[in-house]
């Protein structure tokens, strides 16, 4: 599963980078505003699921000299990570599983920034639980992710009811009962603008969180499903605004 998962994202990485990674800028900037934005302690920042490392380039404009520790499952990935990284000697990039963090990082890190990877984790409560285990006292950790039902209207709603997948809930509710110093939890919303549903859909297929859909069930399938995403969809440039869920909690000193 694991490696499947790697797989599809080696294909759509380069795609990725070109699509999304600049309609979910905001968000990125959400994600790392809420660690930059106060004190923190000493030691490494870590970016589960960094995939192209769009947090860096804020993470390093404000910690200048800041250890960064990127880690992503996908090699095609971790490729594009470690190019962007290459001019900044103090971050670095690791292939490998995130969903559990390796035991050197317990209580050493500064700060644990992720986006959009919590939501394609097999235990998400856990894997937040693990991220938080890794924070200083003081430590930050701000997690965005795409919740079951992002919006009620447009392309991701739009694709999910095509696909007849009723919007899993089960694992959101509970998600911060482990954590402590949780500071903010809400849901951040910003456009994002698609020149049209084809480019929506090809990149979603693709370049995105579809792309296991197009290696497993094949062309033919995905020819199907993508005129009737185009028959129902509107016609031109095509603007919704989905929401994310943002989690933020600040390790205290009395936290196990
Ligand atoms: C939607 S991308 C987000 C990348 C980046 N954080 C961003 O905001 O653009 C999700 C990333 O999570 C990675 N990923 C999925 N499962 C993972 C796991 N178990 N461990 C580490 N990375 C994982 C994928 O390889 C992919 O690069």
Do not use: N
Request: with cysteine; glycine share 10%; proline share 10%.
């Amino acid at each position: 599963m694991t490696d499947r998962i790697a797989r599809a994202w080696d294909a759509a990485a380069q795609g990725y980078d070109a699509y999304y990674v600049p309609r979910f800028a905001p968000w990125v900037a959400d994600a790392v505003g809420a660690v930059t934005g106060s004190a923190l302690p000493d030691g490494p920042v870590l970016v589960p699921c960094c995939g192209t490392f769009p947090e860096l380039p804020a993470l390093v404009e404000h910690l200048p000299g800041r250890e960064i520790v990127g880690i992503d499952l996908s090699a095609g990935m971790v490729r594009i990570a470690r190019a962007a990284a290459a001019r900044h000697p103090a971050v670095s990039v690791l292939e490998g599983d995130a969903a559990t963090l390796d035991a050197r990082w317990d209580g050493a890190c500064a700060a644990v920034v992720s986006v959009f990877g919590l939501q394609q984790l097999p235990g998400p409560a856990h894997a937040l639980r693990s991220w938080a285990a890794a924070l200083r006292p003081g430590g930050r950790l701000s997690v965005v992710f795409w919740p079951g039902r992002p919006e009620l209207d447009g392309p991701f709603a739009l694709m999910s009811e095509l696909l007849g997948r009723p919007p899993d809930r089960t694992w959101e509710d509970g998600l911060t009962s482990g954590l402590t110093g949780v500071e903010r939890d809400e849901e951040v919303a910003h456009p994002i603008t698609h020149p049209d549903a084809a480019t929506c859909f090809d990149a979603h297929v693709r370049s995105g969180p579809l792309r296991p859909l197009l290696d497993e069930k094949g062309p033919a399938f995905v020819e199907g499903l993508r005129a009737e995403f185009l028959r129902r969809a509107p016609a031109g440039e095509w603007v919704h605004r989905p929401g994310a869920r943002h989690i933020v909690a600040v390790r205290d000193s009395g936290s196990p």
